[in-house]
């Protein structure tokens, strides 16, 4: 099979990324554009001739050729780049960014590309991290203070949607608890059983929430004590994802972006910068957990994502197959990564 680029040269390779220029020879293009113009002739009319049915040669006077040409090299430039990425053994994270040099019908194609290279991640003892913060002893006892709080906080719902409106300038009247009232929540047969019940919900809140907070930070306290250096292109890369995404957020809010800064208080270059920062740290978390992941060996296999997917689609229904499949795996990843940490 003949190569699909040529005079590859190196022109850097430093702060873990790399760049080289190629050209793609004309015979590739030459093979490429022939494919190109059949399938172009599939659907070319002209005067007198029927859609499809153009000759050839009608078919080559009357088509751009510098179109073809440019058809033909993005047919071919990307699997010539993973060709260079397999001869150089490589191995890349994030999108290569590609510059075409020279593009000229009857001529190869001139072309740079700069990548950015995985970095390698030197990990602390995540292990002893995890089990040291999980292991941390907290008060999960609920106070009779905090069961009154929860119940207030019930009577002014009740309150506010109008169940016992005050007059204006009054203050607000709030429903007493009485056995009525407490069977609006379920068949309690007194006072006592319904402030019980709240009781043990709290409870239950409270350690989903400790639950979370130690696993957050548990994650942060691996990174802090990870070795990483993430290529300057990967995290501009990032950046430019997250102005895309606060651009698309303002467009559905319908606020520009001087409206956004000044309710924010922040100038565009301060936005930007934290930002920039917020990506940064993105990218820390998401390569020291992927290396975890690695050295661990942790997978999900498809019967686990299959159940798991179907389970998401009745909380997340008209979401695509490929969407559930890919939160679903992310899931339960991300519990068994967990499990790993939390093991007494």
């Known amino acids: 099979m003949d190569k699909l680029y040529t005079n590859l040269k190196k022109l850097k390779a430093k702060a873990g990324e790399v760049e080289f220029e190629a050209e793609i020879p004309l015979e590739i293009l030459e093979k ?16 007198g001739f029927r859609k499809g049915k153009v000759p050839e040669d009608m078919i080559e006077k009357n088509v751009d050729k510098m179109r073809v040409f440019e058809e033909a090299t993005d047919a071919v430039l990307y699997d010539a780049i993973n060709e260079i990425i397999a001869d150089e053994k490589l191995t890349i994270i994030g999108s290569p960014q590609i510059t075409i040099t020279k593009i000229s019908p009857g001529n190869p194609v001139n072309f740079r590309i700069e990548m950015a290279l995985m970095p390698k991640v030197s990990l602390p003892d995540y292990k002893k991290i995890g089990q040291t913060i999980a292991q941390k002893e907290n008060n999960m006892e609920v106070s009779e203070a905090e069961v009154d709080e929860a119940i207030k906080n019930i009577q002014k719902m009740f309150a506010s949607a109008g169940k ?8 607000e009247k709030l429903p007493e608890i009485n056995d009525e009232f407490i069977k609006q929540f379920g068949p309690f047969k007194n006072i006592e059983e319904f402030r019980a019940e709240f009781k043990k919900q709290i409870g239950e809140d409270k350690k989903i929430k400790l639950k979370e907070f130690k696993r957050d930070e548990i994650i942060k306290e691996i990174i802090k004590n990870s070795k990483i250096e993430i290529p300057p292109m990967l995290i501009d890369q990032e950046f430019q994802r997250f102005i895309q995404e606060r651009d698309k957020s303002l467009a559905e809010a319908k606020l520009s972006l001087e409206d956004y800064l000044k309710k924010a208080g ?52 008209g979401r695509e197959h490929g969407e559930l499949h890919n939160m679903a795996e992310a899931m339960i990843i991300n519990e068994k990564l967990f499990a790993l940490f939390e093991k007494q």
Request: glycine share 2%.
């Open 32 to 47: 490429k554009s022939v494919e190109v113009l059949a399938a172009i002739a599939l659907d070319f009319e002209l005067p």
């Open 164 to 171: 016992e409106p005050g007059k204006e300038g009054e203050p």
């Open 266 to 317: 922040k100038t565009k270059e301060v936005l930007e910068k934290d930002m920039r920062r917020v990506a940064e740290e993105r990218l820390k978390t998401h390569l020291v957990v992927m290396a975890i992941q690695q050295q661990e060996n942790i997978v999900a296999d498809e019967k686990e994502i299959h159940e798991k997917a179907e389970h998401l689609e009745s909380h997340y229904p």
